[in-house]
Structure formats: structure tokens, C-alpha cells
């Protein structure tokens, strides 16, 4: 199964004009809506890693196309591990901008 970074992308942004309008009626801001909706895209990839690795148990070790499987589990958890660095990056850079602004206001 092949990543479609776009595919994210989108559902990020749809899923980010709900979320902030969600958080700022409860108050929490769009810097937590955001981290919200990063957050469950994340949990989408987790949910995805753990389904191929379920496909490799079950195909079992003998399986023809087990290196293929694990070819793609293992670039399924590198691009997660990207994106949580990214998400990371992201909200400290947010936040630290944030606090940089109201310190000069």
C-alpha cells in the first residue's frame, strides 16, 4: 500500500477547519485544534502500521511475498517517523512564535 501524501494533506486541512471551529467554541484555540487534528492523522498511519504488520503475521514467514511486506512496513513506519518529527517541529516552531509575539506585545 503506498502513502498518499496528498491524501493527507487534504483530509489534514478538512479535518483542521472542523477541529478549530470545534476548539474555539470550547475555547482550547486553534493551536490545539491543530495538534488535534495532527494527532489523528497520526493515529490513521498507526492504525495503518499495525494492519500491515497483521498482514505479515498472517501471511506467515514463508510467505512469497513477505519481503515486499516487510519492504512496506518499513517504509510505512519511516514515513510515520518523518511525519511525527514534522508534527514536532511544527507546534514547538507555532508555539515558540506565539510566545515570541506576546512577549513583544
Do not use: Y
Not at 19 to 37: F, H, P
Amino acid at each position: 500500500m503506498a502513502v498518499d501524501i496528498t491524501s493527507f494533506v487534504a483530509n489534514a486541512t478538512t479535518m483542521r477547519e472542523a477541529e478549530a471551529q470545534l476548539a474555539s467554541a470550547r475555547g482550547g484555540g486553534w493551536l490545539i485544534a491543530l495538534a488535534q487534528v495532527l494527532g489523528k492523522i497520526a493515529d490513521k498511519m498507526g492504525e495503518e502500521i499495525v494492519a500491515k504488520a497483521k498482514e505479515i503475521d498472517t501471511a506467515g514467514p514463508e510467505a512469497d511475498n513477505i519481503n515486499e511486506l516487510n519492504a512496506e512496513l518499513t517504509a510505512m513506519s519511516q514515513v510515520f517517523k518523518m511525519f511525527m518529527e514534522t508534527v514536532s517541529t511544527v507546534i514547538k516552531t507555532i508555539g515558540e512564535g506565539n510566545a515570541s509575539v506576546a512577549r513583544k506585545q
